[in-house]
């Protein structure tokens, strides 16, 4: 238990839906961010929020949108997308701009596997 | 072009027995991380490196900072099957995101 915590844990969906991943942490932390994790691919860093300001955005397509209403709440709101999209989906969240960039010890929740058809 | 460079990719070994996974690159890093991930989680910080040539021990996890501060590894001494999982590097942009390598794969079995 990290401290993180990601719902669903598992999400099926067709091209044409809306669905929404969801992210909470329950450390404190300043930052949040989400990854993507595909086979055979390092760890893709999507978006970061610093005290709910978007500081990246790693050039995601935009059927991506994510949204920080609080420090402790990260949510990926996804829309007509890909097969190749399918992959596990990975929030994070570290003390933040506090400290020196980079410093951070980032946690990560579970995941969320997603499934695009 | 891959920033972290993480060999081997998998691994399969048998219980006792010792590994040694790497982290390469041609940058030079301020610190460096590993972490593992089993299977249906999230990665969990093992440890953080930050001097050249730095060694840290975690039971039976050995890690080491390259004295150039571009690579680093980890040596596992007497492997148990509670090690199996991908054992990630990651090391910090200029912001506060992380960069990792693909992972070694790590299978133990009993």
């Known amino acids: 238990e990290t401290g993180v915590t990601q719902t669903p844990r598992h999400l099926v969906m067709g091209m044409t839906n809306k669905k929404s991943l969801k992210c909470e942490q329950h450390l404190g932390h300043n930052a949040m961010y989400w990854y993507k994790q595909s086979a055979k691919k390092p760890l893709e860093l999507m978006f970061v929020?610093?005290?709910?300001?978007?500081?990246e955005n790693n050039s995601v397509p935009s059927r991506f949108s994510p949204e920080c209403p609080n420090s402790s709440h990260l949510f990926l709101h996804l829309h007509t997308l890909q097969p190749e999209d399918s992959a596990l989906y990975l929030c994070?969240?570290?003390?933040?701009?506090?400290?020196?960039?980079?410093?951070?010890?980032?946690?990560f929740g579970p995941g969320t596997r997603l499934t695009v058809l | 072009t891959q920033l972290l460079e993480q060999s081997p990719q998998f691994l399969s070994i048998q219980e006792g027995e010792n590994l040694t996974v790497y982290c390469n690159s041609s940058s030079v890093f301020s610190s460096l991380q590993w972490y593992r991930q089993e299977p249906g989680e999230g990665p969990v910080l093992l440890v953080t490196?930050?001097?050249?040539?730095e060694v840290k021990k975690l039971k039976r996890l050995t890690f080491q900072f390259g004295d150039a501060r571009k690579d680093s590894s980890l040596h596992i001494t007497a492997a148990q099957p509670g090690d199996t999982g991908l054992y990630l590097c990651a090391v910090s942009n200029s912001g506060y995101a992380l960069n990792f390598g693909k992972g070694t794969s790590l299978l133990v079995t009993p």
């Open positions: 929020y610093n005290f709910k300001e978007q500081t």
């Open positions: 994070a969240s570290s003390q933040g701009s506090s400290g020196e960039p980079g410093a951070d010890t980032q946690y």
């Open positions: 490196v930050v001097t050249g040539g």
